[in-house]
T-cell receptor
Framework: DAGVIQSPRHEVTEMGQEVTLRCKPISGHNSLFWYRQTMMRGLELLIY????????DSGMPEDRFSAKMPNASFSTLKIQPSEPRDSAVYFC????????????FGPGTRLLVL | AQSVTQLDSHVSVSEGTPVLLRCNYSSSYSPSLFWYVQHPNKGLQLLLKYTSAATLVKGINGFEAEFKKSETSFHLTKPSAHMSDAAEYFC???????????FGQGTTLQVKP
């Protein structure tokens, strides 16, 4: 099993640009999670999906952030327009079923907004 | 509401000596508790998970944790530290009504030769 796959691994962009992060969950997993990790705030859940449907997006910082899951094997997290304070490591995770099941994390995308 | 507190932000041990990483939780319900490890520039990996089956939980790489309801604690231990154990460790509680994971702030484990 390839595990959770994220791309890109690193992204450097300028303020105001659109950023799209991608995630492929483990095959057969029905739940997908997006997290953000910063020194100041630690690990925060942004949004999670069950069976491709967003269940809880209360962690999404603001309207500049959006996430989609068009099918069971792909999800995107988009930031438009990006700001320097969005700089962080963004992790995608998946689980077989639900948020309380063991979550398997991808390697993360390190985002730097200049 | 559930919460988790990792009592030490940084722990330093010598190779071959025991490891103790402390975690206290707050939960209105019987919680699910986890320990995850994050090596530098890597994603998080599950070490172990408690789900009320047994209070002493054994995980990977020789780690174990004991659930103590009376003390609301879930401390992580290992009898003998190895250099490869140097990493960030997160204690996590699962919210019983939403199921969402709530992460502690992390404990950095340093292992000295």
């Amino acid at each position: 099993d390839a595990g959770v796959i994220q791309s890109p691994r690193h992204e450097v962009t300028e303020m105001g640009q659109e950023v799209t992060l991608r995630c492929k969950p483990i095959s057969g997993h029905n739940s997908l999670f997006w997290y953000r990790q910063t020194m100041m705030r630690g690990l925060e859940l942004l949004i999670y999906f069950n069976n491709n449907v967003p269940i809880d997006d209360s962690g999404m910082p603001e309207d500049r952030f959006s996430a989609k899951m068009p099918n069971a094997s792909f999800s995107t997290l988009k930031i438009q327009p990006s700001e320097p304070r969005d700089s962080a490591v963004y992790f995608c995770a998946s689980s077989r079923r639900g948020a309380s099941e063991t979550q398997y994390f991808g390697p993360g995308t390190r985002l730097l907004v200049l | 509401a559930q919460s988790v507190t990792q009592l030490d932000s940084h722990v330093s041990v010598s190779e071959g000596t025991p490891v103790l990483l402390r975690c206290n939780y707050s939960s209105s319900y019987s919680p699910s508790l986890f320990w995850y490890v994050q090596h530098p520039n890597k994603g998080l990996q599950l070490l172990l998970k408690y789900t009320s089956a047994a209070t002493l939980v054994k995980g990977i790489n020789g780690f174990e944790a004991e659930f103590k309801k009376s003390e609301t604690s879930f401390h992580l231990t290992k009898p003998s530290a190895h250099m490869s154990d140097a990493a960030e460790y997160f204690c996590v509680v699962s919210s019983s009504n939403t199921g969402k994971l709530i992460f502690g702030q992390g404990t950095t484990l340093q292992v000295k030769p």
